[in-house]
C-alpha cells in the first residue's frame, strides 16, 4: 500500500523561522515531520498527536517549543493540505487570535 503524506504549503516559512530565531529549529522540524505523516481527519486526530494545539475561526494553532512560539495553519483535512499562515513568539500573537476569536463569533 502506497504511502501518501500531507502537501506543507510554506515550508520556507519554516526555515525562515528557524534563521529568525535558533531555539525554535527542533520543535518546528518536529511539528513538521509529524505533520507530513500525518492521515488527519479532523481537528480530535490532530489534537491526539499534537496536545497543545487549537483551534481559532478557521485556523489550528499549534504551540511549538514549549509555548514560546505559535503557528497558525489552515487545514484542509479532504485534500490532506496543510496551509502555514503565521508563527510568531507567543507575546506577539496574543492581539492576532483575539481578533479571530471576535470575527468567529461575530459570524
Avoid at 9 to 22: D, P, W
Avoid at 52 to 66: P, T
Wanted: a positive charge.
Amino acid at each position: 500500500m502506497r504511502s501518501f503524506f500531507v502537501r506543507m504549503v510554506s515550508r520556507k516559512a519554516i526555515r525562515e523561522a528557524t534563521a529568525k530565531q535558533g531555539e525554535w529549529g527542533a520543535s518546528l522540524n518536529a511539528w513538521y515531520k509529524i505533520a507530513k505523516q500525518a492521515h488527519w481527519k479532523n481537528f480530535a486526530e490532530v489534537r491526539s498527536r499534537w496536545r497543545n494545539s487549537d483551534v481559532v475561526g478557521r485556523f489550528v494553532v499549534f504551540d511549538i517549543s514549549h509555548n514560546r512560539c505559535r503557528l497558525i495553519a489552515s487545514i484542509k483535512y479532504a485534500w490532506r493540505m496543510v496551509y502555514i499562515r503565521r508563527k510568531h513568539a507567543r507575546k506577539s500573537i496574543m492581539p492576532f487570535l483575539t481578533l479571530l476569536r471576535w470575527k468567529s463569533f461575530a459570524r
